[in-house]
């Protein structure tokens, strides 16, 4: 995960026009519309509490209505055991009673979308109300003649809720209450006066590490239709409820870290205390829940009926002591299949790369060159073994055929030394030879079509080398660039400014790219609506620039209220502004293509859109180019096509014109125009590529002799212990002194513990993209702290599976490297179960990766499709937790085996341990970026010495840890700010998931990339602080993590069979977690590391190389004597 602003050159993909329609986007129901997923298996339990409890006492005052983990159910007012009224696949929640006692209002997701259904008081059919398509729906309120339903409604995702109303007997519904896109609107409630309304309004816009007041009341004339604000505490003000007599306001609020009630005398203003502390709101995050669980006046106005510590209470106005309200539920909560696999992890002596990159044909298409293991390798396009083009020994990328097939060029880059030249070989093999005289970093070559000149896009090197992270690289000093094709000197064309994919028509006198058209703003500087990107050209001086292409796409559901970002794991807040814009301007989204070239002979053009390719005709119009919408390519303005079904990379135009071509995993696919036009049933032509590496298995035995092992079968703990392991795989664990096999290596590590490697189940370890480190820092700085194994859950770019790649062939130091790829994302516009199965097949058949994140993907329906489709592939597949309490609840009872991120409420009580046990559902709270309250990290950042801690200053840059420690102030995404200790949740979270892990449940520990291999130990530490043993912690933090990805049958333990995968500390985790980080060596895959500095100890003995970013400290004679003062 990253947060801050970066512009990568090497990819360019803008987001055009993102706004939401503000209409009710009503529509008859289809009756194929639903829940296609059947319950294979029931949550079943007894309980007497439960989470996040919204409730109504009738009318009669005779019974309460309220909602758990998705189903309604019934008590009499004096408690009892609970009368279920609603079940099923479907959550159903927020329910209130009529005016009348007679019905019942609920949000439910039934219909595959959210939408508010009224049902019969005592159960019954229950009837749909609103028919919105991509809707959400919360905090639904009769008004008090029963006519009507008044409810928060935003388009799915935003968090842009506006009131609306709705008739009990039909119609679309009318927003009632609207205002400008900041405003987020929740909790309506009615006193015994139908023309006011009493509601909780969002104070600008939501973000992490949030500072006070986030909500006020205000008060809503339905005849005049003034509002009015009636609060203005620090501690925000909200879920408002009026007594049936008009007398008096209850609303919640917070009074220090705590939540409470307070109510109002409405006719004299004051207010006092009526029970504090209560369930903690949720004003920390986005509220999909409102706020606060909804609570009641009783008929009589005498008491307020809530849910606060599990329970039910009856709390008088008077301030006598409350009563609880006990109530027993039986529960059958509808569970979907399970959906767990093993996946053995091979041993084979060589293996098949899993992804061939930037592949282009010869000018004849009978051959291809591409990249892989960061190599450039060349092949026959109709079959036959890969081979190198080069002997070179350094990172070679992005290859470009001449135009008579003769030779190849391509850019290389070493970080080790900070070179980086374009390079020219015979295509059929031989030595490679300089094009470029002077160092740099460069990218993105095209040869033009008479043969002469080669264009790059060059910037130094230095301004890679300071970046914050290879994801802020600006480019600032970018710019395009041509060389002799022979070599030569450069000369320069023109700055980049927010262009990319430099390419040829036949005219060679014009440079096409794609990327910011002429007059728009470059990055980071101020600009006026959504950025407009084009196919454009110019000539070989930078003059006569020409638009020719811009290609769009909308899509029916958009993340608005906040940013759901492909080059992101998080959430990101939209600034004030942003909702602001997405109100005034309502229409559905539109997005630009990330990348359009140009066919050979300018007719056509191919858009790389989301993972799809298109081909587009290109229309002359003049002088502004024309936009062509590929969404619907039968009613697109020009002939479209869309060329890929489970979707591409690196696409490219064949050297005639008539052919695309891309890859995806180590698939090369040509697509013929000429032969698919008119034939339906036209496939395009797949070659796998199939590329062999050596897998690095170390040889030789070695005993690891006189440690305690801590071995995570059960409990057990073997003190003084052998354990002896043969090239990469534990072969004995047990007591010490038995007998030394033959030759092997015996290392004392007596009064040392032992535990496997450490598994991070959500860890971003985002290297460089386009071109790749050789010795990623963030590999080394996780391999030293003990972590051996990690999956990324959403990568952004496919560039991990060649990262994965290098690590398994033993090109590179690291742990072992495994990930979702990129997330399945709304842009993926899941239409069908079949079409969740083309979608999943990238997944299961071309990356290779186990599993995918489905990232808050659509609506309730296409997500049962997505598991579905993963069930039946092979695929476990882990989710975006989005801040949504109900959507986790939904995850787990459609049997998604992970969640990612710590619910925003807490506490959980024993309802949600047991739907998560039963259903298997492994959640990775990442409490380093907690939800709903202040991140874990600012903790670590203000209690931890980051800045003079040796080991983290010697495998991470200077810069890095400068940026994240020294200073910051911000209130969006990152660490920032300070926070009274009692202010963190992290240490509420930990406690429910305690009691998940002790009653079978399943957790991992991932650091999210907040600070490389230290924050690993932080989030185990944070793990910890919610009372979990430290025992528990270590079997979180290595075998339930390692099953819960699926690898559990070779790592997690120490035991024969497994992998070699330790970790030797000097001190005993099982005293104090914090021992976690007195790392002494580090076992992966059989070859052991020194802890401190990397040296391998065994089998080879050897040095790690120095590190260039090591040596950034001022080093000077001039300067002032003793330092400045």
Do not use: C
Not at 116 to 139: D, H, N
Not at 555 to 571: K, L, R, T
């Amino acid at each position: 995960m990253r947060y801050r602003t970066r512009t990568t050159l090497s990819t360019l993909a803008l987001l055009a026009g993102v706004a939401l329609p503000a209409l009710a986007q009503d529509s008859s129901p289809d009756p194929d519309r639903g829940l296609p997923l059947e319950p294979a298996r029931w949550a079943r339990f007894t309980t007497s509490e439960g989470t996040w409890i919204s409730l109504d006492v009738s009318p009669d005052g005779s019974t309460i209505v309220f909602d758990l983990l998705g189903d309604l159910y019934t008590i009499p007012a004096a408690g009892g055991t609970a009368t279920r009224i609603t079940q099923g696949m479907a959550h159903d929640m927020q329910p209130r009673f009529s005016p009348d006692g007679a019905r019942v209002v609920f949000v439910s997701d039934r219909s595959g979308d959210e939408n508010i259904w009224v049902l019969p008081a005592a159960g019954g059919e229950p009837r749909q109300i609103s028919k919105g398509i991509g809707s959400a729906f919360l905090s639904p309120e009769w008004t008090p003649d029963g006519s009507y339903i008044v409810v928060s409604r935003s388009q799915l995702l935003t968090g842009l809720e506006k009131l609306w109303l709705y008739h009990v007997d039909g119609g679309t519904g009318l927003e009632m209450v609207g205002g400008s896109g900041a405003q987020r609107m929740m909790g309506a409630a009615f006193g015994p006066e139908p023309r006011y309304v009493y509601y909780a309004q969002r104070m600008g816009a939501w973000s992490y590490n949030a500072v006070f007041p986030q909500f006020q009341l205000r008060l809503y004339d339905r005849e005049t239709g003034t509002q009015t604000p009636i609060s203005a505490r620090y501690g925000s003000a909200f879920r408002p409820a009026v007594s049936p007599d008009g007398k008096w306001l209850a609303y919640g609020t917070r009074h220090d870290a705590d939540t409470g009630i307070r109510l109002r005398d409405l006719a004299s203003g004051e207010e006092r205390w009526l029970a504090y502390p209560v369930q903690r709101d949720d004003q920390e995050s986005v509220a999909n829940m409102d706020v606060l669980p909804g609570y009641s006046f009783t008929p009589a106005s005498d008491a307020v009926v809530m849910s606060y510590g599990g329970g039910i209470w009856s709390v008088p106005l008077d301030g006598s002591d409350p009563t609880e309200i006990p109530f027993t539920v039986e529960a059958e909560v509808a569970v979907g299949p399970e959906v767990s696999f093993e996946y053995p992890i091979e041993d084979t002596p060589t293996f098949t790369v899993k992804q061939i990159r930037d592949a282009v044909p010869s000018p004849d298409g009978s051959m291809v060159a591409f990249s892989a293991l960061d190599r450039i390798y060349v092949a026959s396009a109709t079959g036959g073994d890969p081979r190198r083009l080069t002997n070179q020994e350094v990172g070679e990328y992005q290859p470009v055929w001449s135009p008579d097939g003769a030779a190849v060029a391509f850019v290389t880059w070493d970080d080790a030394t900070g070179q980086g030249h374009v390079m020219r070989a015979p295509a059929r093999g031989g030595s490679a030879r300089p094009v470029t005289r002077a160092s740099a970093y460069y990218q993105q070559l095209a040869w033009s079509p008479d043969g002469a000149r080669i264009v790059a896009m060059r910037s130094s090197a230095r301004n890679l080398e300071e970046a914050i992270d290879p994801f802020v690289f600006s480019g600032l000093d970018a710019e395009f660039v041509w060389f002799p094709a022979a070599g030569g000197d450069a000369t320069v064309i023109g700055p980049v400014n927010g262009r990319s994919r430099p390419h040829f028509t036949q005219d060679a006198e014009r440079i096409y790219y794609y990327g910011r058209a002429p007059g728009v703003a470059p990055p980071g500087a101020p600009s006026e609506g959504p950025p407009t990107v084009a196919l454009m050209s110019a000539r070989w001086d930078d003059t006569d620039p020409k638009q020719h292409l811009r290609v769009t796409a909308r899509f029916p559901i958009e993340a608005g209220g906040w940013s759901v970002s492909e080059n992101s794991d998080i959430i990101l807040p939209k600034s004030v502004e942003e909702l602001d814009e997405e109100a005034r301007e309502p229409r559905v989204p539109e997005m630009s293509a990330g990348l359009i070239m140009m066919a050979p002979r300018g007719d056509l053009a191919l858009a790389h859109f989301g993972r799809d390719v298109y081909a587009v005709t290109v229309p002359r119009t003049g002088v502004n180019a024309p936009v062509v919408m590929v969404s619907k390519p039968d009613s697109a303005a020009v002939p479209v096509w869309k060329l890929s079904d489970i979707g591409g990379e690196f696409p490219t135009w064949g050297g005639d014109g008539r052919t695309v071509h891309w890859s995806i995993g180590n698939a090369f696919v040509t697509y013929d125009m000429d032969a698919a036009r008119g034939n339906d049933d036209y496939r395009p032509e797949e070659r796998r590529i199939a590329v062999s590496a050596t897998r690095d298995v170390p040889q030789g035995t070695v005993v690891l002799r006189g440690a305690r092992v801590v071995t995570m079968r059960g409990d057990e703990v073997i003190e003084n212990a052998d354990v002896v392991v043969t090239n990469n795989r534990i072969t004995r664990v047990g007591a010490g002194g038995g007998e030394v096999p033959q030759g092997a290596r015996v290392l004392d590590v007596t009064g040392k513990t032992i535990v496997p490697g450490f598994v991070d189940t959500h860890a971003h370890m985002w290297n460089l993209w386009g071109l790749h480190w050789q010795r990623p820092w963030i590999y080394l700085a996780n391999l030293a702290y003990g972590v051996t194994t990690t999956r990324d859950p959403q990568t952004s770019t496919t560039d991990v599976l060649t990262y994965e790649d290098r690590v398994r062939a033993g090109q590179m130091p690291g742990p072992r490297v495994y990930s979702t790829g990129p997330g399945v994302f709304f842009t993926d516009g899941i239409r069908s179960l079949d079409h969740a199965r083309t979608v999943l097949r990238r997944y299961s058949e071309y990356y290779d990766t186990k599993t995918f994140k489905m990232y808050m993907s659509g609506n309730r329906r296409q997500r049962q499709w997505l598991i579905m489709a993963s069930r039946e592939l092979g695929l476990m597949p882990t989710t975006e937790g989005g801040l949504d309490y109900r959507l986790n609840m939904t995850h787990a009872m459609d049997g998604y085996p992970g969640v990612e991120h710590t619910m925003p409420i807490v506490p959980a009580y024993d309802d949600v341990v047991e739907l998560f046990k039963t259903s298997g559902t492994t959640n990775t709270p990442t409490l380093l970026v907690t939800y709903g309250g202040p991140w874990a990290e600012n903790y670590f950042y203000t209690h931890e010495n980051v800045v003079g801690d040796e080991k983290l200053n010697h495998f991470t840059p200077k810069e890095e840890i400068d940026y994240k420690a020294r200073r910051l102030q911000t209130t969006g995404p990152g660490p920032g700010g300070w926070f009274m200790e009692e202010e963190y949740a992290f240490r509420r979270h930990s406690a429910w998931l305690k009691d998940l892990v002790e009653e079978g449940g399943s957790v991992g520990v991932g650091s999210h990339g907040q600070l490389q291999g230290l924050g690993y130990h932080w989030e185990m530490w944070a793990l910890q602080s919610g009372g979990m043993s430290n025992h528990d912690v270590l079997r979180v933090a290595t075998i339930l993590g390692a099953d819960a990805i699926g690898l559990g049958g070779d790592l997690g333990s120490i035991e024969a069979g497994k992998l070699a995968d330790l970790v030797i500390l000097d001190a005993n985790p099982l005293d104090d977690i914090r021992n976690s980080n007195t790392v002494h060596q580090v076992m992966m895959n059989g070859r052991l590391y020194d802890g401190d500095t990397l040296d391998e100890v065994w089998p080879r003995q050897r040095a790690a190389p120095d590190e260039p970013w090591r040596h950034t400290a001022p080093n000077t004679k001039a300067g002032i004597p003793g330092g400045a003062r």
